[in-house]
């Protein structure tokens, strides 16, 4: 099992997103299973992969840190090309991903990868848990296409009041908090909301993010 693609993917697909995995957990995690799911009721077919680090913890079952960036990076920019080659033409291509996933994906963007029509980040790592003077947001600004966040206001990679006292972050296009919302979207017990909730929310705000794009926008 190389890859995870929802029903909607193909050369049919109006919008198609490459959904990297977290640093810890793999491409059929039950975030991962879950947010496809509702990605795809919202019209946008996804397709997800593991990075080699990943694929070798399948193979033997032995627990590693993730590769390094450039790595990482190359990895992604295989499966971008892949995925171009099987859609149409006219197909929006999307990356984005869980947690460092997605940091990847914007990663990849501040570098123009070509066919890339937007970043989806769910839960990105703007600092390590505990050290908030180590952020990683140094490439928004070089970020070739309109980007996307969707952040639990709980998440200790960043939290509302300290995401907030940032300013304005030049690259990224949106921002949307989800109330109550841990790293996995997941809510205290006392909360409406449930992690399930939460990710639906989350799809929803991805859906009219992409609408906005198909309505208009170019490449980067």
Same mark, same amino acid.
């Given at each position: ?8 993917? $193909? ?37 997800? !992969? ?10 033997? /079952? ?55 029509? $937007?970043?989806?980040?769910? /839960? ?17 600004? @070089? ?13 200790? !990679? ?8 940032? $300013? ?24 409406? $909301?449930?992690? +399930? @909730?939460?990710?639906?929310? +989350? ?18």
């Amino acid at each position: 099992m190389n890859r995870i693609k929802t029903k909607g993917y $193909g050369k049919g697909a109006k919008s198609v997103m490459l959904l990297a995995h977290g640093a810890g957990a793999p491409m059929d995690s039950p975030f991962m299973e879950q947010l496809s799911d509702a990605l795809d009721r919202q019209g946008i077919a996804t397709v997800r !992969f593991e990075f080699p680090y990943m694929v070798r913890r399948r193979e033997d /079952g032995r627990k590693r840190p993730p590769d390094r960036m450039p790595v990482l990076l190359d990895s992604f920019r295989a499966e971008v090309a892949r995925v171009r080659d099987e859609v149409s033409e006219d197909c929006l291509m999307l990356v984005g991903g869980k947690s460092m996933g997605g940091r990847v994906a914007s990663m990849l963007a501040s570098e123009h990868a070509p066919g890339i029509a $937007g970043v989806i980040c769910y /839960g990105y790592p703007f600092h390590p848990p505990g050290k908030p003077d180590r952020w990683r947001i140094d490439h928004f600004s @070089t970020v070739g296409c309109p980007m996307m966040i969707v952040q639990g206001t709980r998440d200790p !990679f960043g939290k509302l009041e300290e995401v907030a006292a940032q $300013g304005e972050m030049p690259g990224l296009s949106r921002l949307c908090w989800l109330d109550g919302g841990n790293h996995d979207f997941q809510t205290p017990a006392k909360h409406p $909301g449930s992690q +399930a @909730t939460l990710i639906e929310q +989350a799809a929803g705000e991805t859906g009219r993010f992409v609408q906005e794009l198909l309505a208009g926008s170019e490449l980067c």
